[in-house]
């Protein structure tokens, strides 16, 4: 399982929780289950084009990733980051 780090904008969607496991040898697939467990929560990451959006950021570990076709390692963790803005 990979274990998942959920931004606080995207609680409402995880049922409050900020950590949560899922399973996937890529990362598509990783987002694709989070999905299915709690529906929603992927479109707020990638788009219809299967990009990550602009104000998100994807970390496999302490390395970025931009593909969601990248590789996941079993155990490994995946932090989903999303853009403050304001003034």
């Not at 496991?21 to 990783?30: D, K, L, M, P």
């Not at 990638?46 to 593909?67: T, Y």
């Not at 390692?73 to 995946?78: I, P, S, V, Y």
Request: no cysteine; net charge neutral.
């Amino acid at each position: 399982m990979i274990q998942v780090l959920i931004p606080s904008q995207l609680h409402a969607y995880s049922g409050g929780r900020s950590r949560v496991e899922a399973a996937g040898a890529v990362i598509a697939e990783v987002l694709d289950d989070l999905d299915r467990q709690f529906p929603g929560l992927k479109f707020r990451v990638i788009d219809e084009q299967d990009r990550v959006r602009p104000h998100m950021r994807l970390f496999v570990g302490r390395a970025a990733a931009r593909d969601i076709r990248a590789p996941i390692a079993d155990g490994a963790e995946l932090l989903i980051f999303g853009a403050l803005s304001g003034g």
